[in-house]
């Protein structure tokens, strides 16, 4: 990714950590770009894959009905949003920690 890419998709990698309505504005404004950039992408990939892990696994967790296990995830999804958020801030493409190398292999096809 060069530099020029990079500051190009700034704003939609941002944008897609927001919330999952993030996630799908960012999509369509990073296609609707005459160049795609390939930063946003990235990370639209990865906020798309932490949302749908968080939405399928929240459901089951809060059944437990312990809090100890609610906090839990909340704190394990807010340290991932939180490390792939200053990545996006800080113009850096790593993946987030566990999870990301498997959220870019399933979604790679998304940005054709």
């Not at 792939?84 to 800080?90: I, N, P, V, Y």
Request: cysteine-free; proline content about 2%; hydrophobic content about 45%.
């Amino acid at each position: 990714m060069t530099e020029q890419d990079i500051e190009r998709g700034r704003k939609n990698a941002i944008i897609s950590y927001l919330t999952i309505i993030g996630v799908i504005i960012a999509f369509y404004l990073n296609k609707e770009d005459d160049k795609k950039s390939d930063f946003a992408s990235f990370h639209i990939r990865q906020s798309l894959g932490l949302w749908l892990t968080f939405w399928a696994l929240g459901y089951p967790i809060g059944s437990f009905d312990n809090w100890m296990i609610s906090i839990g995830f909340y704190v394990f999804f807010a340290v991932l949003f939180i490390y792939g958020f200053t990545g996006a801030l800080g113009r850096k493409a790593q993946e987030v920690p566990l999870v990301g190398a498997f959220y870019q292999k399933l979604f790679k096809n998304l940005d054709n």
